[in-house]
């Protein structure tokens, strides 16, 4: 969620945020599949073992359906990084020239 609101505060657009935010199941691949592989010899419960797929994978609905909220509840990422978390013009410039080639 952090590396979503900072890019979106970098000026990232949407698909691009996605596109990043889905690689993070590929980066855990091994660790996600290593502890849904553990509580399987522990317990055969779908719920459970959902569970810790949902705990230790990332969900793009779940990223999607915060980013539609933001939308609307806030008209833009923009208006949302600006009200909600404070940050102000100034800071997205001072990130921007920190970050961005």
Do not use: Q
Not at 5 to 21: E, Q
Not at 52 to 78: Q, R
Request: glycine share 6%.
């Amino acid at each position: 969620m952090a590396a979503v609101l900072l890019l979106s505060a970098l000026g990232v657009d949407r698909d691009t945020v996605m596109k990043d935010f889905d690689l993070t199941n590929d980066f855990y691949a091994e660790n996600i599949d290593n502890m849904v592989s553990e509580t399987k010899k522990r317990t055969n419960d779908p719920t459970i073992i959902g569970g810790v797929e949902a705990e230790f994978g990332a969900n793009p609905v779940y990223m999607e359906k915060m980013l539609d909220t933001i939308d609307e509840k806030y008209g833009s990422m923009d208006t949302f990084l600006k009200e909600a978390i404070g940050l102000t013009d100034d800071d997205m410039i001072k990130l921007r020239e920190m970050y961005l080639e």
